[in-house]
Antibody, heavy 122, light 110 residues
Framework: QLQLQESGPGLVKPSETLSLTCTVS??????????LGWIRQPPGKGLEWIGT???????YYNPSLKSRVTISLDTSKNQFSLKLSSVTAADTAVYYC??????????????WGQGTRVTVSS | NFMLTQPHSVSESPGKTVTISCTRS????????VQWYQQRPGSSPTTVIY?????PSGVPDRFSGSIDSSSNSASLTISGLKTEDEADYYC?????????FGGGTKLTVL
């Protein structure tokens, strides 16, 4: 059973790059079973898919964020990461790392990390 | 891309049955699986329905999912409501280019 844990700065300045890491336990991310992803939730609002990465390194991004998002793997540390560039206050949210069952949420997202709150402010 | 539209809120009494709808704006609801997530305050979402109507282990059979091609919508039905069911519920589906979530429905059990 995979377990996911997000980490990273809780405060990012406008125009800078948001960087988060998700540490995976209970399984190897280099296994062919896993798609892994990021989802965010602005305060008081709904869920937004950011993107997904496959164990091979193939990535799939939300078209509305694609120009600013990079998701990558670090198999040596069993981690994957999110970078979101040129952030604004609209990027303030709780960011969740997730297992993406089947890719593109085809079979749902499970498990979810506990989430990490990121505020964009000067 | 398409949208998934849910009612903003629903309320019902304990022991009753409630149904939450999720309407797809374009493309067939039957073309891609629909999932449902429960999110209690301060917690991460958890899956209550996947593949339109499948329950993960540990989810009580009071939760059921269905799709209706005539209305191009999916539904989550919760029977025998308990106060612990009070939460936000989100539907989710996808197409060839993206993953889409509904805006969420706040369920109040009063």
């Amino acid at each position: 059973q995979l377990q996911l844990q997000e980490s990273g700065p809780g405060l990012v300045k406008p125009s800078e790059t948001l960087s988060l890491t998700c540490t995976v336990s209970g399984g190897s991310i280099s296994s062919s079973r896993y798609y892994l992803g990021w989802i965010r939730q602005p305060p008081g609002k709904g869920l937004e898919w950011i993107g997904t990465i496959y164990y091979s390194g193939s990535t799939y991004y939300n078209p509305s964020l694609k120009s600013r998002v990079t998701i990558s793997l670090d198999t040596s540390k069993n981690q994957f990461s999110l970078k979101l560039s040129s952030v604004t206050a609209a990027d303030t949210a709780v960011y969740y790392c997730v297992g993406d069952m089947g890719g593109f949420g085809e079979l749902g997202f499970d498990p979810w990390g506990q989430g990490t709150r990121v505020t964009v402010s000067s | 891309n398409f949208m998934l539209t849910q009612p903003h809120s629903v309320s019902e009494s304990p022991g009753k049955t409630v149904t939450i709808s999720c309407t797809r704006s374009s493309g067939s609801i039957a073309s891609n699986y629909v999932q449902w997530y429960q999110q209690r305050p301060g917690s991460s979402p958890t899956t209550v329905i996947y593949e339109d109507n499948q329950r993960p282990s540990g989810v009580p059979d009071r939760f059921s999912g269905s799709i209706d091609s005539s209305s191009n919508s999916a539904s989550l039905t919760i029977s025998g409501l308990k106060t612990e069911d009070e939460a936000d519920y989100y539907c989710q589906s996808y197409d060839s280019s993206s993953v889409v979530f509904g805006g969420g429905t706040k369920l109040t059990v009063l």
